[in-house]
């Protein structure tokens, strides 16, 4: 099993901190995020790629100082200003056939998370909650009989949200592209986003499952109000 990493964003919202330091770096509680979210990785995955672009080369310095459990292969994003797909795309060599979980550095899950919740089953998995106020930026789902039907920020009704971390199994791997050029080719690149592409394959036969995992405490930071919130509950 390989990991992608996404973690070229610039952190707009979280500015003034990320005027000098890229997202990943941000600090919670005595790590980074990128620490977090690549030791939750590491219990499952046997290499990971990272994908930098916004002030890459602190992000490089990092792990070259505090390399993690599993061995990382870095591939820089030549657009991070475009949309995240754009992320992926760097990778996409270098684990397309194969079976990946695909996430954010600014996603922030228990160190079991993948372990407990989220290995089972032989098709593209991906992981939302329903438990909760699902909040106006988020990715929302709309789901019929544990398979996603629509995905967008956008939908006034809905039955969850996606948490932001998909399973790619290798025997979907075709279908998975398929779908990513489809998003590649109709949507602009300064907007396209890996969420697009789960919406393409929900129009498909190759539709997602939904795995909920309602009693999974985990964090984005993608707000300094998110940021606080986060250092609070995990001082």
Known sequence: MKAVLLAAGQGS????????LPKPLITVGARTCLDIALESLSAVADSIIVVTGYLGGKVNTH???YPPQVPVQVVVNPNPEQGNLASLAAARSLI?????????????FPSDFYTHHFLEGGSITIAAQNNRPILDDEMKVVVSNEHLRK???????????YIGTTRIPANDSSAYWTAFDQVKETIDPARACVEDVLHTLAG???YPEVVWVNEVRWFEIDTLDDLEKARKELA
């Open 63 to 65: 792990l070259d100082r």
């Open 13 to 20: 919202r979280l500015r003034p901190l990320t005027e000098s």
């Open 151 to 161: 995905i967008s920020k956008s939908l006034s009704t809905f039955d969850g949200a």
């Open 204 to 206: 498909s036969e190759k």
């Open 96 to 108: 397309e056939g194969d079976n990946f979980i695909l996430t954010n550095a600014d996603h922030l």
